[in-house]
């Protein structure tokens, strides 16, 4: 049974850092690619980060150099470490992995006050 737990989220101040992990079970985690996406309210579910299992890293412009992805593959955990959070990064983040479907985790809350 594939899990996908994610932890970190919480209330920051604005210019303030956060880091989400993300803890998969029930997959061969070093040979899946791992992403964050994130959902504002009212918004489509949008892609924040990706790395692939040799590590090779991608971002969406919003958060280039402020956002970094990574992995723990004798973990089985992919974290995303937030710098300088805006207001506008306030959403709901989801650890996601792909096999023959899509797996998502249960989303934890960023939320940055102004």
């Known amino acids: 049974q594939v899990q996908l737990v994610e932890s970190g989220g919480g209330l920051v101040q604005a210019g303030g850092s956060l880091r989400l992990s993300c803890a998969a079970s029930?997959?061969?985690?070093?040979?899946?690619?791992m992403r964050w996406y994130r959902q504002a309210p009212g918004k489509q579910r949008d892609l924040v980060a990706s790395i692939t299992t040799i590590g090779l890293t991608n971002y969406a412009d919003s958060v280039k150099g402020r956002f970094t992805i990574s992995r723990d593959n004798a973990k089985n955990t992919v974290y995303l470490q937030m710098n300088s959070l805006k207001p506008e990064d306030t959403a709901v983040y989801y650890c996601n992995t792909q096999t023959f479907r899509d797996y998502w985790g249960q989303g934890t809350q960023v939320t940055v006050s102004s």
């Open positions: 029930g997959i061969s985690f070093s040979r899946l690619s």
